[in-house]
């Protein structure tokens, strides 16, 4: 429950530095307020889908936000340091593997390409 415990004040925190009331960031993701209260007292975790929708009109990364969430381990901050083409593919399997709704149809195309990229070493 400290993770929980955790993000609700983290998330609480954002929320208030930001100048936003539950009800305006509800006006500005289309999260419900009820649901925004349940994140923000530890009786819910949020989705990254929930977390995709609100992050933004709290000034933070999409990937901040899911490592706080504990969707991310901090080794994540080393996919930044890869080659920009390796980082992409990295990212769309991360992706994938948390919520392949997340993929856009790019992603697909990218995920797709890497998974031949990837295969065709094992296999030679």
Do not use: C, W
Request: aromatic share 12%; proline share 3%; no cysteine.
């Amino acid at each position: 429950m400290t993770d929980d415990f955790d993000f609700s004040s983290y998330l609480k925190r954002l929320r208030k530095d930001s100048g936003l009331t539950v009800r305006q960031l509800q006006a500005e993701t289309g999260v419900s307020g009820a649901y925004l209260s349940q994140l923000e007292n530890g009786i819910r975790r949020p989705s990254p889908d929930i977390i995709k929708k609100i992050h933004s009109p709290l000034g933070v990364s999409y990937e901040q936000m899911m490592e706080y969430a504990g969707y991310l381990s901090s080794d994540y901050h080393y996919l930044k340091q890869l080659p920009e083409e390796k980082r992409e593919i990295a990212e769309v399997f991360i992706k994938y593997l948390y919520d392949k709704e997340m993929l856009n149809e790019e992603d697909k195309k990218k995920l797709k390409a890497s998974a031949y990229y990837v295969l065709g070493d094992l296999v030679q």
